[in-house]
């Protein structure tokens, strides 16, 4: 079973993200995606994937991301958060988890990252050429006091950041072979311009075979900002929208919903969270 959401525009940030389950029966699973704006501004976004299948993953997965969302509240670095994240799930009985999370300024458009025992990204300049991101750090849930190192990349328009759990890589049981498609397809259909690149890329990866893991893309596009400068509409930066942005910016945001400490969801977490 497959599931897309259309996500909202705002002005020079898109995010696109897609979701195929291996279970046809139920939406349970370990695999989730998530983008929300802080408090303080900024966009924290995260995706993972946690061990196993059904409800006890589910019920990880759900921790994970909760801890990811507390903990961004009080301190937007992703190193921090993943920390913080790694030290919820050691307690009780929950099972272990991969992740990445990053945070983007808006204002000067500085992508900060970390990654917890995932398959790393992949970054796709405004050139059209697609890279493997560096990544380091343990698994949440592994071990008490894991470190996770956040990475900086400096993003600009027309670039592309594609994140994704390794079901898509592990499709035909050979991951090395399933990174080296992953990067062949992302060159080869040009996805930075596409309206929807997490489906195009689900779509020419698996090809309408059923995976054997649960799925997960989610990509965050980069665009020049339609009313000038570097600023994101509905959202508090360096700089200022004009009065006809803001009115765009929430209509394109419309309703989100409330987490903890007032944080504003965008709406963008997979159906099964």
């Known amino acids: ?15 696109s993200a897609t979701y ?11 695999d989730w995606y998530d983008a929300f704006e802080l408090p303080q ?12 299948h059904g409800i006890e993953a589910s019920m990880t997965m759900s921790r994970a991301r909760q801890a990811i969302i507390g903990a961004a509240l009080g301190n937007g670095d992703p190193g921090f958060v993943l920390a ?5 799930l050691m307690t009780g009985e ?8 990053g945070y983007i300024d808006p204002g000067t458009l500085e992508l900060n990252y970390a990654t917890a025992g995932h398959p790393s990204g992949i970054f796709m300049d405004k050139s059209g050429v697609a890279k493997i991101l560096p990544h380091n750090g343990a698994p949440l849930g592994v071990e008490h006091g894991s470190c996770y190192p956040t990475f900086k990349l400096t993003v600009s328009h027309d670039s592309l950041l594609i994140l994704f759990t390794d079901g898509l890589l592990e499709y035909d049981h050979d991951i090395i072979e ?16 596409l ?7 689900m779509e020419a990866i698996l090809k309408r075979r059923k995976a054997p893991d649960d799925v997960a893309i989610l990509t965050i596009a980069f665009r020049d900002c339609p009313m000038g400068g570097a600023k994101i509409c509905g959202l508090r930066t360096n700089g200022r929208c004009s009065a006809r942005c803001r009115k765009r910016g929430r209509a394109l945001i419309g309703s989100p919903t409330l987490g903890g400490a007032g944080v504003r969801n965008w709406r963008v977490q997979a159906p099964f969270a």
Do not use: W
Not at 41 to 52: L, Y
Not at 195 to 201: E, F
């Open 84 to 88: 913080r994240a790694n030290e919820t």
């Open 41 to 52: 501004g900024g966009v924290m976004f995260s995706i993972g994937d946690a061990v196993g």
């Open 1 to 15: 079973m497959e599931k897309q959401h259309h996500f909202p525009t705002i002005s020079n940030i898109r995010l």
């Open 178 to 193: 399933g990174e080296r498609r992953l990067l062949e397809v992302v060159n080869y259909i040009g996805v930075q311009r």
């Open 20 to 30: 195929s389950s291996a279970d046809t029966q139920s939406l349970a699973g370990g």
């Open 195 to 201: 309206a929807n690149p997490a489906r195009a890329i």
């Open 94 to 101: 929950a099972a272990f988890a991969t992740a990445i999370c």
